[in-house]
């Protein structure tokens, strides 16, 4: 009996051995067909396979780890077309990739506008937002004195200030019926602020702060609209909430965004199957696959990086809802009832250097979004009946972070890593030249 086991174990090592050393590295080159420049960080995937990606080093070079040959890969980087590759004998694999249609040169730059300091005080802004006419500042200034609220004037002057340093803060949150709330490690604080002051308010519960306040991202007159995310950010329904004053509010939703095939990833790469109807929104799945469907975003370390969420910006034009949809490239106006009023194509985001940001001017209700430059950023306006983009401003400064416009001055807290103490400064640009 002994000896039975025995040969079993060196049976089931040696096989395992074996498996292990079948695996094959695929090493190869990614270069672009116009220039036969290298292209860095491109995705590489196995076809089928989660989770198995890696992608090129600065000198546009790969390595990964298949388990057999002939296998499929998958190559792929923001601004150029998709390849799928079959691979059937190892070696050099050189791979040219065709860029889109969109090309940064089309934007037209109108000008480079002088770029000024709101806040000169040598501390680190963490984040800021708009109330009113004042600025609400959340500074970092020091191991000692820890975080602040500084409160400015509409010239800029600092007229209150609250120490913080019990709590530890990470953001400041408007919400859309337009009050403040500080957002910390442990709690979130409604903020009371008027003219002359600013200071902590009653404490929020999470659960209220993340279901009800946040997913708010606009009210207008007795119409409230919400977002909500499911699948782990890979789907967004939009609804609004028509408040009647009675207990029959009625709700009005539009149509859902997914990326089914991302969904399907997510589901397999979790461990789950699809359900038997095929239907990953049939009412009757339960048990983990229904919390991966409603849970919150949990994702961290390479599932947060395979998995981001869809961004599709909102914003309210004229009496209407402008839905920029990245994801069917498109730009889509409903109305209050959620009537579906045209659609305009747009092909931006493509670019290699698109920043995934929009923001908008509330003043005339322009619609901006960002690219990098070679020496900075250009601010772009988008033509909402085109898709086009309109003429540029371009600014000489990188590393932005929480672009906010009003009233045709763009505000914007600039990121130095080269700095020390107060490495993260409030600028301003005019952008109305």
């Known amino acids: 009996m002994n000896r039975c086991l025995t040969c079993l174990f060196f049976l089931l090592t040696a096989t395992l051995t074996f498996t292990q050393s079948t695996t094959i590295s695929l090493k190869g080159l990614v270069r672009d067909s116009s220039s036969s420049l290298p292209l860095s960080e491109v ?4 076809q089928g396979v989660p989770f198995n990606g890696t992608t090129t080093d600065l000198e546009g070079n790969f390595s990964i780890t298949v388990e057999q040959l002939p296998a499929t890969i998958i190559v792929s980087s923001i601004g150029y077309l998709t390849r799928i590759i079959t691979i059937k004998n190892e070696g050099l ?4 990739l065709q860029p889109t249609s969109f090309n940064l040169s089309e934007i037209i730059v109108r000008a480079k506008p002088k770029v000024d300091t709101v806040f000169h005080e040598p501390y680190n802004v963490v984040d800021y937002i708009f109330s ?3 600025i609400l500042l959340l500074v970092y200034k020091s191991v000692s004195e820890k975080y602040e609220l500084v409160l400015m004037d509409e010239f800029e002057q600092t007229i209150d200030r609250l120490s913080l340093k019990k709590e530890r803060p990470i953001s400041l949150f408007k919400s ?4 403040l709330y500080l957002n910390t490690t442990y ?9 002359h002051s600013v200071e902590l308010g009653e404490h929020v519960s999470e659960q209220v702060f993340d279901q009800s306040i946040k997913p708010c991202l606009l009210a207008r007159d007795s119409l409230l609209f919400y977002q909500r995310y499911f699948y782990q950010g890979q789907a967004i329904h939009f609804y609004s909430l028509v408040m009647t004053g009675s207990e029959s509010d009625s709700m009005v939703f539009l149509p859902m965004i997914e990326d089914d095939q991302q969904i399907i990833r997510l589901i397999e790469a979790a461990g789950y199957r699809l359900p038997w109807s095929g239907d990953f929104w049939d009412e009757r799945i339960s048990g983990g696959l229904q919390s991966l469907r409603d849970g919150p975003y949990v994702l961290k370390g390479k599932m947060r990086m395979f998995f981001p969420k869809l961004y599709v910006p909102v914003f309210s034009v ?13 730009i889509q106006i409903f109305d209050s009832h959620g009537n ?11 670019s290699r250097n698109w920043k995934k940001i929009l923001f908008q001017d509330e003043a005339n209700e322009t619609i901006y979004t960002v690219f990098h430059s070679k020496w900075g950023e250009y601010i772009c306006p988008i033509d ?18 929480k672009a906010t416009i009003r009233d045709g001055v763009l505000y914007f807290i600039h990121r130095n890593p080269y700095a020390g103490i107060g490495n993260r400064t409030l600028k301003k640009v005019r952008l109305n030249l």
């Not at 995705?43 to 196995?46: L, M, P, Q, V």
């Not at 859309?176 to 009050?179: D, M, P, S």
């Not at 709690?187 to 003219?195: C, I, S």
């Open 318 to 330: 004229g009496d209407d809802l402008c839905i920029i949809n990245h994801l069917t490239e498109r």
């Open 176 to 179: 859309c019926l337009g009050n």
């Open 132 to 134: 009113d006419d004042q």
């Open 384 to 401: 909402l009946k085109t898709g086009a983009l309109k003429e540029a401003v371009e600014i000489d400064i990188d590393f932005t972070e």
């Open 93 to 96: 694999i050189d791979i040219l």
């Open 187 to 195: 709690k979130v604080f409604r903020l009371r602020k008027n003219k």
């Open 43 to 46: 995705n590489i995937a196995i």
């Open 340 to 350: 579906l009023l045209r659609e305009t194509p747009i092909d931006y985001h493509r």
